[in-house]
């Protein structure tokens, strides 16, 4: 074998060897999921009907506290209160962001929508509350032309929404 033809193999192993560790790398790693983390604030028990509109573009979040009191919502800063209905819009109040969060308060059986330009795919619900929590939701795909209805009860703690 010739020293140029000994020079090349020379080059070429350690190509193919990177080549084969990086396609090796890529096979294993998990799809990350993004989620969000929403707090809900009551003192009573409750039902918060939810319903999630998606596209590839953009979320449409829609709260009804359906109650008798008033609740504290906590979502992430970066979504824009939208439509406020069967109450005052005044009635509708945020708190200062904090922590990358807003606590908005919505009056009994307020109606409120809200959007986000960052994609998720998982809902953290949190009740610091301690008492029970049913969420009713309405996952609504556009691009799928599909809608799922689930129901979820928090008692302490947290739930994860898929």
């Given at each position: 074998?010739?020293p140029?033809?000994k020079?090349?193999?020379?080059?070429?192993?350690?190509?193919?060897?990177?080549?084969?560790?990086?396609?090796?790398?890529?096979?294993?790693?998990?799809?990350?999921?993004?989620?969000?983390?929403?707090?809900?604030?009551?003192?009573?028990?409750?039902?918060?009907?939810?319903?999630?509109?998606?596209?590839?573009?953009?979320?449409?979040?829609?709260?009804?506290?359906?109650?008798?009191?008033?609740?504290a919502?906590?979502?992430?800063?970066?979504?824009?209160?939208?439509?406020?209905?069967?109450?005052?819009?005044?009635?509708?109040?945020?708190?200062?962001?904090?922590?990358?969060?807003?606590?908005?308060?919505?009056?009994?059986?307020?109606?409120?929508?809200?959007?986000?330009?960052?994609?998720?795919?998982?809902?953290?619900?949190?009740?610091?509350?301690?008492?029970?929590?049913?969420?009713?939701?309405?996952?609504?795909?556009?691009?799928?032309?599909?809608?799922?209805?689930?129901?979820?009860?928090?008692?302490?703690?947290?739930?994860?929404?898929?």
């Open positions: 074998m010739s140029l033809s020079t090349l193999i020379g080059a070429f192993i350690p190509f193919v060897l990177i080549v084969f560790f990086v396609m090796s790398t890529q096979k294993g790693i998990p799809d990350v999921i993004p989620s969000l983390d929403i707090g809900v604030e009551h003192t009573q028990p409750m039902t918060l009907e939810m319903t999630v509109t998606k596209n590839d573009l953009l979320r449409m979040i829609d709260m009804k506290n359906d109650t008798l009191e008033s609740i919502i906590s979502v992430p800063a970066g979504w824009k209160r939208g439509e406020v209905r069967n109450v005052p819009l005044k009635a509708v109040v945020a708190d200062e962001p904090s922590f990358g969060y807003v606590r908005w308060t919505l009056p009994p059986h307020a109606d409120v929508s809200f959007t986000s330009r960052q994609p998720f795919t998982q809902l953290n619900m949190h009740n610091p509350s301690g008492v029970p929590l049913k969420i009713r939701l309405t996952l609504v795909d556009l691009l799928k032309n599909t809608g799922e209805h689930q129901v979820y009860l928090v008692q302490e703690g947290s739930v994860k929404i898929p």
